[in-house]
């Protein structure tokens, strides 16, 4: 039965691909006409793993999966991004499930919340940064690599390229469009809209982890192409669209 509702779950997706050392990231189509969505794989200090934003994946590559670790933490960043989380949880019934403080009454909607991600997350040397100018709702996680450092995000920056959209989910290009959410690494529309609260408090906090989070290897977004190079850079062009 189990097995069954994992495999309902399974929706087609990419391969597991390096973004750098101890860090993977999937790409997961829900459907042709919306935007793909991101999950991240980070391989903790203790070889297990740490996941953030759930995708239920096929046979082959959850085989890929365990053999990079033991699935140990599992991220429910926001409201939204909760598709999985049950089944993984019941796939891994030792995995914890955590979520920010904000978003945990929605997330145990769906699956109890074993931690809360800015009392546990910091064990394992990851920072959770709490987005200024943003309604309390998700984190930015600062995750060390060994050369760097990463910075996972979810729904307050988009990176929908042309070439990310072409490859995964075409069909999908005219209503993003339209919605003016294609072709730049930034907050969309629709995200100023629901999530933020003041633009240039906004602003100046990414511009500040532009500043503070230094060497910038990777940023990942839920839904667009990861960023790995001039990371510092595009993060600041980011900031200043919001001016």
Sequence with gaps: EIEDEWKAHVLPHSSIRSLAPNLWHITGIVSRLIAPREMVIYRLPDYTLLIHSAIALADRE????????????????????????RVYKQRYPNLKIVAPAAAKPYVEEVVPVDAIAEDLLPDYGIICHQPEGIRPQE??????????????????????????????????????????????????PLGRRFFMTDK?????????????????????????EPITVNCDRQLRQAAARLS
């Design 139 to 188: 984190l930015v996680y600062e995750i060390p690599l060994p050369n760097g450092k990463a910075l996972l995000f979810t729904d307050i920056l988009f990176n929908l390229t042309e070439a990310y959209l072409d490859t995964y989910a075409p069909c999908s290009k005219f209503t993003l469009r339209w919605l003016g959410a294609i072709g730049y690494f930034g907050i969309t």
């Design 62 to 85: 959850m085989q890929q999966l365990e053999a990079l670790g033991t699935p140990n933490i599992l991220i429910v960043p926001n409201r939204i991004h909760r598709l999985d989380a």
């Design 200 to 224: 240039i408090i906004y602003r100046h906090w990414l511009e500040k982890l532009a500043d503070e989070v230094t060497p910038l290897q990777v940023i990942s977004v839920a839904h667009g």
